[in-house]
């Protein structure tokens, strides 16, 4: 090909660019649908689709926004739709704390309320068996007159704490 356009000879035919005038309409909201779709954050492809659909293109973004969230949001009105969401969302976090959960158990990291429970009535029979123990162990230091008034004395008390702790709960 030679610089002024001819190919082996024959002129090549260059095509004129056609200029296309834009329609100019008074109403800014439909003047650029690129700006209306891109300040509420959909495609153009998508206000278009809308827009047969029954959505106000040419009313301006809050026009359309108000559409959507009336019209777009899976069948439930904008308030449903976002307790919707939150339910997913609690939802969501459940799940991946029970996961959490899981994995803590399978390290050995985390105990069930059952072996819990079963720790801590081991531990206070322990401790109860020891506290019965007191009073003989206190007495046998006292001189031998006084030592069945202590005696009694310590034992009621010691019955009085255990039975005030048999009535705890683990929550």
Do not use: F
Request: contains cysteine; aromatic residues 4%.
């Amino acid at each position: 090909m030679k610089r002024d356009g001819r190919l082996n000879g024959h002129r090549r035919k260059v095509k004129k660019p056609v200029k296309r005038r834009k329609k100019k309409t008074s109403d800014p909201a439909k003047r650029n649908i690129r700006q209306l779709a891109k300040e509420i954050g959909q495609s153009r492809q998508t206000l278009y689709t809308w827009e047969k659909e029954g959505c106000p293109l040419d009313q301006g973004a809050e026009a359309v926004k108000e559409w959507r969230n009336k019209h777009k949001s899976n069948g439930h009105d904008a308030s449903e739709h976002t307790l919707l969401l939150q339910v997913r969302a609690r939802k969501l976090a459940a799940e991946a704390e029970a996961q959490e959960s899981d994995n803590l158990r399978r390290k050995g990291q985390m105990y069930s309320r059952d072996q819990v429970e079963l720790n801590a009535v081991e531990m206070t029979s322990m401790i109860r068996n020891r506290l019965e123990s007191v009073p003989n162990e206190i007495v046998q230091e006292l001189p031998i007159d006084i030592r069945p008034t202590v005696l009694e004395l310590l034992e009621n008390r010691v019955y009085l704490i255990l039975t005030e702790m048999s009535q705890w709960r683990l929550a």
